[in-house]
């Protein structure tokens, strides 16, 4: 029998969406920051402060339009422009309608066309304070035979898709990963490689197939050698076991010696999750490798199978926190580790839920203050989207200045929240089905966009209020 997850039962420690992130500093002459976790910092700036004008208007407008019956036909029109054959409704063939595109939702929700485009848009991300970006590459890959011959000929063509899907892929990565920099992540789909990738995770292969393996193996040396990171991203139920199996074996060989270049990706939504963690963290405990997770709370409800799903929202949103929490403290979420010391590790928190990067943040404040143990924690949103989450975070800690008579310790200054965006690259084309995502998501989680739009309107009426 398995053993029961117990939540832990702490109702004071949940934080109202609406209320200031905490501050765990109780003053500056204690050496104990025993303040109550959950106390509020001084509001020092607007949460969107930094965000420039053009960025706020179109978000402004965008998230207005998402959040009304406007939606569900926008939805219904982009899925209608992503299917279509016509050249007219191409914008690699029709420029009034790549404008139309660009001008709107691409350039709201995409880095760029080219390296150009997306290493200004990096600097952009950077220059508000983000800590560093996440890069993917949007292109989906879509292998089809056509023709009819002989099954040798059927064979042959079908080899040949497949390797060129598996260079082609690796030829994207090792290009998104030349436009971030030390420190930076990518975002890697192993079913980006093609057919012979998708079909290897669906028998549950516990070993990519040779070409695969050393695409991977170039990828992470060469992710290594510039000091960069990347993540594994989640996907299906289906081949998700594999997807486990490759990217345990990559943390094996990659995370090593104090350095943390692959993490993988677990979904709070699944039951399992918590005993998920649990395996990662016994294997690099016994093992002698440092784990990296990412933890989001899923996004395949629609496909994946249901009954495996935490019953309610609510339940879901349990999880994930009880993850992050345990986690920061150094603990299993699923029962105490047997023979072995919680390894090395490493957190990024992807998550558009205020809450969840409220008490995440809060809680790895409290303990690095009060020189508790914990892990490194990183948090993270898609470009576009959660911006009154991950600007609010960086305006309310952002240092006043680097006097040192600002009255911070070395540790203090230290806790600055460490916030990415998430970016995706790639032509408008190539960009379409990553867009029409994007939409889609924002359908399934209304309340959020409706908060997000009500903080832009907010901050449009204190600009006008405050220049005109």
């Known amino acids: 029998m398995k053993p029961k997850v117990f939540w832990p039962r702490k109702p004071e420690t949940f934080y109202s969406a609406s209320k200031p992130l905490a501050d765990a500093a109780a003053s500056s002459s ?8 959950h106390a509020s910092p001084a509001q020092k700036r607007a949460p969107l402060a930094d965000l420039p004008t053009k960025t706020l208007l179109r978000s402004l407008f965008l998230t207005s339009a998402m959040a009304s019956p406007l939606l569900k036909p926008s939805i219904a029109v982009l899925k209608y422009v992503v299917d279509s054959k016509s050249p007219l409704l191409s914008p690699s063939k029709n420029p009034i309608m790549n404008y139309i595109l660009r001008a709107t939702i691409y350039n709201h929700f995409c880095a760029g066309v080219n390296e150009t485009e997306v290493r200004k848009t990096v600097q952009d ?20 035979i056509d023709g009819a011959g002989s099954h040798v000929e059927e064979w042959k063509n079908a080899q040949a898709i497949e390797d060129r899907a598996v260079d082609e892929w690796k030829e994207g990565n090792l290009r998104t990963l030349r436009m971030v920099g030390r420190g930076d992540y990518m975002n890697i789909k192993f079913t980006g490689a093609g057919p012979a990738a998708v079909e290897a995770l669906a028998r549950g292969d516990l070993v990519p197939p040779p070409r695969i393996k050393q695409a991977i193996i170039e990828i992470c040396e060469a992710t290594a ?18 997807i486990d199996a490759w ?81 920061l403290s150094r603990q299993s979420p699923f029962q105490e580790l047997q023979d072995t010391k919680f390894p090395d590790a490493r957190l990024f928190v992807a998550t558009h839920n205020a809450e969840s990067v409220r008490r995440a943040y809060s809680t790895s404040r409290h303990r690095i203050l009060n020189g508790l143990p914990t892990i490194p924690l990183e948090m993270g949103q898609l470009q576009g989207m959660a911006d009154e989450v991950s600007c609010g975070l960086l305006a309310e800690y952002r240092p006043e200045s680097d006097d040192p008579s600002s009255g911070k310790s070395p540790v203090e200054a230290s806790v600055f929240p460490k916030v990415f965006k998430c970016l995706a690259w790639g032509t408008t084309e190539e960009c379409l089905h990553f867009l029409l995502r994007r939409a889609v998501e924002n359908q399934g989680a209304v309340v959020r966009t409706q908060d997000t739009a009500a903080a832009m309107r907010k901050e449009a009426w204190r600009r006008i209020g405050l220049r005109w």
């Open 247 to 327: 990217t345990i074996d990559l943390m094996r060989q990659f995370n090593r010696d104090g350095r943390v270049v692959v993490l993988n990706t677990v979904q709070a939504y699944l039951k399992s999750s918590a005993e998920n963690v649990h395996r990662h963290l016994t294997l690099a405990g016994k093992e002698g490798w440092a784990l990296g997770i990412k933890l989001v709370r899923g996004a395949y409800i629609q496909h994946d199978i249901r009954d495996r799903i935490h019953d309610t929202k609510a339940d879901t949103d349990r999880s994930y926190n009880h993850i992050v929490e345990s986690l």
């Open 125 to 144: 991300m950077k220059t508000l304070g983000f800590k560093g970006v996440i890069l993917g590459y949007a292109r989906e890959s879509v292998a089809k």
């Open 225 to 242: 050698a510039q000091g960069s990171r990347f993540w594994i991203d989640a996907e299906q139920q289906i081949f998700q076991p594999a």
């Open 30 to 37: 204690s050496p104990v920051h025993n303040a109550s976790l």
